[in-house]
């Protein structure tokens, strides 16, 4: 059974850059045929896509945070990492992070989800 | 962008009852492999989405035979046949045809 974790800081100053990891067990992130994603969702709203990698480290981000975002794998680590630089309040939500089964797959595997709160 | 638009925002059901949700796309989901790539998914409170259903009408490993979906195009409909105290939560359809993955808005549903 694949299991994904996210990890990193709950509480981010504004302006600095959102750092998180998904590790995931039961599975290698280098395995083919499978994306690797971010999504979040914001405090009582709906879900948005940030952006997914695949284990060669090709990338898809969200056109309306790609100015902001690098999402980068540790094949070593079997891990995948997110980075959401100059972060305002706006970007106070919890993130998740998912397998892709392809690139147009679904969504079949999620992490439990992380909150992040942008706040001086 | 491709919109994806759900219809009711909430519905309060009695158990036992049916259930029924829509989605409309902004676009065509049917790509030229001829898969149609809409998905459902299913938000329990304080849980991360399950899937429920991939392209349009397969039914994920473990999920109940009261839910089905149904569509084409750019119309879809997750149906629940016998609504039961455990399907609370949001329902998202999700469209992957375009690699900028949108969802619907969410449907709200709760037991009476």
């Known amino acids: 059974q694949v299991q994904l974790q996210e990890s990193g800081p709950g509480l981010v100053k504004p302006s600095q850059t959102l750092s998180l990891t998904c590790t995931v067990s039961?599975?290698?992130?280098?395995?083919?045929?499978?994306?690797w994603s971010w999504i979040r969702q914001h405090p009582g709203k709906g879900l948005e896509w940030i952006g997914y990698?695949?284990?060669?480290?090709?990338?898809y981000y969200n056109p309306s945070l790609k100015s902001r975002v690098t999402i980068s794998v540790d094949t070593s680590k079997n891990q995948f990492s997110l980075k959401l630089s100059s972060v305002t309040a706006a970007d106070t939500a919890v993130y998740y992070c998912?397998?892709?089964?392809?690139?147009?797959?679904?969504?079949?595997?999620w992490g439990q989800g992380t909150l992040v709160t942008v706040s001086s | 962008d491709i919109v994806m638009t759900q219809t009711p925002l909430s519905l309060s059901v009695t158990p036992g009852q049916p259930a029924s949700i829509s989605c409309k796309s902004s676009q065509s989901l049917l790509h030229s492999d001829g898969k149609t790539y809409l998905y459902w998914y299913l938000q329990k409170p304080g849980q991360s989405p399950q899937l429920l259903i991939y392209?349009?009408?397969s039914r994920f490993s473990g999920v109940p035979d009261r839910f089905s979906g149904s569509g084409s195009g750019t119309d879809f409909t997750l149906k629940i046949s016998r609504v039961e105290a455990e399907d609370v939560g949001v329902y998202y359809c999700m469209q992957g045809i375009h690699l900028l993955r949108t969802f619907g808005q969410g449907t709200k549903v709760e037991i009476k």
């Open positions: 990698i695949y284990y060669s480290g090709s990338t």
């Open positions: 392209e349009v009408s």
């Open positions: 039961g599975g290698s992130i280098s395995s083919g045929g499978y994306y």
């Open positions: 998912a397998r892709v089964r392809g690139l147009r797959g679904y969504f079949d595997y």
